[in-house]
């Protein structure tokens, strides 16, 4: 499994990755699920990857590899990001179908994957969307400022109460960061390093800010016994059930 | 879909569960899920059901008719909460295999189910299990006192972090409560009201504490503005992403 977000900010965008993948209890290794495309003042891009690892990696390789042709539409000629998101749902679906099949020896493969794809293409707004394993794709939006891809729901929670699109750019990191990591802490399949990388609108640079977390990382470290401290004295403050809660029997 | 959950602590267990039922968003209904069977003097027993309504209600009924008739096991003629668990196990397999079908109309219908039980028979230790669609179970233990059904990833961090054998019973009702709570607020298909029980070890009466809290109740409205403005607090006291925080590029 794995766990990607992407945060539309008011002030640019943010991506967070955990980098665990897993074929089985026997075959768990580290992958970075983020990969950025920049072409210096013209567009800087970053994907996110969850799902089957083949899947995904056929289409990085693809886009990579399109750079070097005569392709049409690349992750360079996009005229929009949505076009590159439309690009790579199209990839996406081809190696699907290349792999699984409905019948014969691999009938039944889930060779799905998904991708959250965002940044900024020069004289256009930041943009951000999420790619379904079908190829299609939807947009962050100011009421729902978050994406979420793979294993979302323990981390969910305290976007839902923190996340809103002008939240400051290091509040949303922070947050990514926790959101990742207690995820962490309730499945097996998530695991570090965790990447968190902040795009600035309108910059057109590659990054604005850039982490990388290992397992000891100090502040990792810091932030994950903080966060236990807080998280049990908030609830230690919290009203006691007392007798008067309890309903008529 | 539904969350249920049951802790087994030192002192008794714990049985916290939601009312939601939906077959489709045009159906969303009211159902308790929480059923107990109480014999004074002789055995207090709490069932928490999730899955199929059909199923569960047709496994409750019948444990329900068999206390009429002349059946060699029922839920008061069990030795341990474990009999009664592999009975409620065999109902469970029985009532999928009525519905289900491989072909025909019916083929992919989901009847499954799943079941907490819990409760004290004279004589014996407390016992709490969670019985699995296929009809079996596993038990809680000191190291893992909580046990989950439905839609359990919301709320299991804050389990995680708080809940052990030997908190308190207010401690863990409040900690179960802010779980639901929680879930109910990142998915639709968990609502109110919450029912929540505490039964207390060796007493083999229904209950020690019972409450339950509609959307609109004092202590429901309260805990949640506390838990969230708690939360909010505790993440903001975390330590900022510094410049130090960063890995070299």
């Known amino acids: 499994m794995t766990y990607c977000l992407g945060i539309a900010l008011t002030e640019g965008i943010v991506f967070c990755s955990d980098s665990r993948t897993n074929a089985g209890p026997d075959r768990v290794n580290t992958y970075s699920k983020m990969h950025s495309f920049f072409f210096e003042g013209d567009r800087s891009i970053t994907l996110l990857s969850a799902g089957n690892l083949a899947t995904s990696q056929s289409v990085i390789a693809k886009l990579n590899r399109d750079l070097e042709g005569a392709e049409s539409i690349t992750i360079r000629s996009g005229k929009y990001v949505s076009d590159v998101a439309d690009y790579v749902g199209e990839l996406l679906v081809a190696a699907r179908s290349r792999y699984a099949s409905e019948e014969g020896p691999d009938a039944g493969l889930d060779a799905s994957a998904s991708f959250i794809i965002g940044g900024q293409i020069a ?41 809103q699109a002008d939240t400051q750019p290091e509040t949303a990191m922070r947050c990514a960061i926790v959101s990742v990591d207690s995820t962490m802490r309730s499945n097996a399949t998530v695991g570090p390093p965790i990447e968190c990388l902040f795009y600035r609108r309108d910059s057109l640079l590659k990054w604005d800010k850039y982490v990388r977390l290992d397992d000891d990382h100090p502040y990792l470290t810091k932030i994950r016994k903080s966060w236990d401290e807080n998280i049990k004295k908030a609830f230690d403050q919290l009203p006691a059930l007392d007798q008067s809660s309890e309903a008529p029997v």
Do not use: C, F
């Open 123 to 163: 004289g256009q707004d930041p943009e951000l969307y999420l790619v379904y394993p079908e190829g299609n794709h939807i947009a962050a939006s100011s009421a729902q400022p978050y994406l979420q891809i793979g294993e979302t729901k323990y981390g969910k929670p305290i976007l839902d109460r923190i996340m």
